[in-house]
């Protein structure tokens, strides 16, 4: 019997996205209260690349959940064609990437590719996510989880207590958690650190313990000091004040169970830090690891790239649909000839979409890494463009109001931002905001006229600019189609930059009042799309080959989409 265990599969461990990760030193067993689920750390992406389903236990049985999985199910049936068409003859080296013939997959092998895809995702979002860490969390109180929780720990205590308050007293499980206590201790350790090993050792020698326990001479409240004091040479300075309190505490046994709490914290601190210290060297070795991890997940799953491939084949079709449609505009274009079409371009276009993409659907399998940071910056590019579509309103409507007001633009943007927070939620009633915005825009106008000694906007003057701007939320409005235009002309301009960190593309007309949240942003999609470039290269080399280039070599396509 041990103390109950904060199970890393609860709440109890924390990162986004993606799982938890067991601390340095636990153990998996000798604590119970802990569940031994299955969702693993990229367990569902894993069967998100492997197209199949898995019976799910009753804490993983949520609606959600099962839609996704028969989603990806789907996907996989529709895209079925897919693994016979476009399965690579090449060589199994990272840098030409490959896949194998169909076979059954193995619970083995499923295992093998669940930790291959854990280790992959884990290690991306370290390298690439300076604000990732792992945070301490619990079951709230008031819900199913944290009352059983919190039921089997006060029994485990009791039981404990009582064990404690015997004559003469049980000593055989307090044993048992001044050993856990030991090994977490030592799990602190750096190599070298003989000195303080050899006396954690010493003192919580369990056998000796053990033999004091016979002849009821055991020091409980000394050990408990003992382990106090060591604990505040190896935690962090932001445990110092855990460890006052716990000097503090008088009771024995809310002692112990204070100790593993602090414990648990040291534990994730312990974690932050050693990833903070890995992020550089991953950084710097990324690009290969994460190649070689997707290959490894590759030859587990050979329809692990249909998604990527459909993505792929879209984006031809577009812009084979969009070639097609400026030649029947064009009277003196040759129709019997072939179109050329770049790889390149095929790949922005593709990377231009997921900006647009419905996350009910799965995203390609190249892109599962990123694909949060992909949401949040369409979330809030369909933010950004609500803004600039209500500044240009705005100004073509009572432009020579606000003309001589200099910050204008900030104020709109001061007025807009707290009204169109959450603006991606189904239950956000986007009309209405427009609404107060435009309610809002039409008072600042006002006030800014009365102060310079102008006669304010009319009745009808408002109320066509409140309702030219709550028509925003209509399909197919002119104004928007011209924003998001010209937001796309952007971005396509930025990622046909060498170099985003040396220059920006010219803002195109309309976007000014948000230049700097578009640069911004644009930023970092041009880094996520330059770095997905550089790891998945070479598999989207051997999917062009064979959409665009099907008698050419592969070395063709491989050149032209690393050349640019």
Not at 32 to 47: E, F, I, Q
Not at 158 to 180: G, Q, R, T, V, W
Not at 461 to 470: D, E, F, T, V
């Amino acid at each position: 019997m041990g103390v109950p265990e904060e199970d890393t599969n609860s709440p109890g461990w924390v990162f986004k996205p993606g799982g938890a990760v067991r601390g340095p030193g636990e153990r998996r067993a000798g604590r119970p209260g802990g569940t031994a689920g299955s969702d693993r750390p990229g367990s569902r992406l894993l069967l998100q690349l492997k197209g199949i389903r898995m019976p799910l236990n009753d804490d993983q049985n949520s609606d959600s959940d099962s839609s996704r999985l028969s989603e990806s199910t789907a996907a996989s049936s529709d895209s079925e064609y897919s693994r016979q068409s476009f399965n690579s003859d090449s060589s199994s080296k990272p840098s030409s990437p490959a896949s194998s013939p169909p076979k059954v997959i193995t619970f083995d092998e499923l295992m093998a590719a669940t930790r291959n895809l854990s280790n992959w995702t884990l290690a991306h979002e370290i390298a690439v996510n300076a604000n990732f860490c792992i945070k301490h969390e619990d079951f709230p109180q008031n819900s199913f989880a944290g009352t059983v929780k919190q039921i089997v720990h006060k029994a485990f205590w009791d039981h404990l207590e009582s064990e404690l308050n015997e004559d003469p007293p049980e000593y055989e499980h307090a044993i048992k958690l001044f050993e856990e206590i030991k090994e977490i201790l030592l799990s602190f350790l750096t190599p070298g650190a003989n000195r303080i090993h050899n006396q954690i050792c010493e003192v919580l020698d369990t056998d000796l313990i053990r033999q004091q326990a016979e002849h009821n001479a055991v020091d409980i409240p000394g050990l408990a000091n003992y382990i106090i004091n060591t604990m505040g040479k190896l935690c962090a300075p932001v445990r110092d004040n855990d460890i006052k309190q716990l000097k503090a505490t008088d009771n024995i046994v809310e002692l112990l169970r204070q100790i593993f709490h602090v414990l648990d914290l040291m534990k994730v601190d312990m974690a932050n830090y050693t990833i903070k210290s890995l992020r550089p060297y991953l950084w710097h070795n990324l690009v290969d690891y994460e190649r070689t991890k997707f290959q490894e997940i590759l030859e587990e799953t050979p329809s692990a790239l249909n998604l990527t491939t459909e993505w792929i084949k879209e984006s031809i079709e577009d812009e084979l649909s969009s070639i097609s449609d400026e030649s029947s505009s064009s009277p003196g274009a040759d129709s019997s000839s072939k179109p050329i079409i770049s790889p390149t371009l095929v790949l922005n276009n593709g990377y231009l979409k997921l900006l647009q993409w419905d996350y009910c659907k799965t995203i390609p399998e190249t892109l599962i890494t990123d694909e949060v940071r992909l949401q949040e910056l369409r979330e809030k590019l369909n933010q950004l463009k609500i803004i600039a579509c209500i500044s240009l309103i705005t100004n073509n409507m009572v432009g020579a109001a606000i003309v001589d007001v200099p910050d204008f633009a900030d104020q709109l943007k001061r007025i807009s931002v707290p009204l169109l927070e959450g603006m991606n939620k189904k239950s956000f009633d986007l009309k209405e905001a427009l609404n107060a915005i435009g309610v809002q825009i039409c008072s600042k106008v006002n006030k800014s006229l009365t102060e310079r000694g102008l006669p304010t906007l009319s009745e009808e003057m408002q109320s066509n600019l409140m309702g030219q701007i709550a028509h925003i939320v209509e399909k197919n409005n002119p104004v928007c189609s011209l924003i998001d235009k010209r937001i796309q002309l952007f971005l396509r301009s930025l990622l046909a930059l060498p170099s985003v960190q040396k220059c920006m593309p010219t803002m195109p007309g309309g976007l000014s009042v948000i230049q700097t949240e578009m640069e911004f942003v644009g930023s970092q999609y041009a880094s996520i799309v330059n770095f997905n470039k550089k790891v998945y290269g070479p598999f989207y080399a051997n999917i062009l080959r064979k959409l665009l280039f099907p008698e050419a070599p592969i070395e063709k396509a491989e050149a032209e989409t690393a050349g640019n």
